[in-house]
């Protein structure tokens, strides 16, 4: 049927459609640009259905981090929903479970600071993208 | 807060995904098998072929279209299409004298159990802002061009209320079965930034 061809000026994440890995639909668009999307889309809506938080409580922490990015005042290709998903993913999380934002910090920088071709020990099939 | 899209030294995304996911699961807060099952739900099965089956349903049963814009939620729900942002659909019907569109202005709400995950384009700073300012102009350059006639309602959803437009059916569509019909129907269309074409 349509397409998002007819979008041009609206569909400036056009580029991220680039991404490496994700995997291509029939009619040519992407649910996820890249696979961490993918995972923390799935992360959010997996607590809240466990009742870690609620929808409306992931929302209204959506609605913050937006807010806080369309504040920057940037070029609005820098635009990314996802990375706006994220931050309010593990603002909830330190807020509502045993996990602090200093342990996300602390592992996110162990993953940094990882030699080439590691093995990081736990089996899926998802890349990360490095 | 340390986790503000401000700070420049900022993991990528892709890091600090791998890390929550990794911290989330060694609690037993998450569990790896079911997200994989969920992600794949969302990317494969889930997605505006629902709606269309909705939109096809309303065009060709005059009971279900009562029900469907008297409680949106309750006649989705007849075909199964429920969960997480199907909450609170209400159903508004395009005209020969109105067209609806849709946006959500602080975020990105859209009932996911209908049309499946937004795409970039409603997501986009420039749509929910745009499309409130300057409607006409915005769905023209979107390749619609309403009739000065015509006058537009946008909706803003949010968690109270998820709206979904019911495009109008297309002249010369008489001999379709519903499942012809359904196969017309845009995601474009369900959120009012396209009309419903008969077939060429």
Known sequence: MSDTSTLGPTSVDDLALDGPTAAPRSNGELVFSAPWEGRAFGLAVSLADDGAFTMSDFQAELIIAIAEWDALDRPVEEYHYYECWLVALERLVA????????DIDERS??????????DHGHDHDHDHGH | MTASPLRADRAPAAIRTEALEALLTEKGLVNAGGL??????????????NGAKVVAKAWTDPEFYERLLADGTAAVGEFGFSGPQG???VVVENSDTMHNVVVCTLCSCYPWPLLGLPPDWYKDPAYRSRVVREPRKLLGEMGL?????IDITVWDSSAENRYFILPQRPAGTDGLSEDELAALVSREAMVGVAQVR???
């Open chain 2, 198 to 200: 008969a077939p060429a």
């Open chain 2, 145 to 149: 061009d309403l009739d000065e006639s």
């Open chain 2, 36 to 49: 994989d099952g969920l992600i794949k739900r969302f990317v494969n099965d889930v997605g505006p072929m």
């Open chain 1, 95 to 102: 807020a509502r479970t045993p996990i602090d934002a200093s």
């Open chain 1, 109 to 118: 920088s162990e993953y940094l600071d990882r030699p080439a071709g590691h």
């Open chain 2, 87 to 89: 909450e609170h659909i």
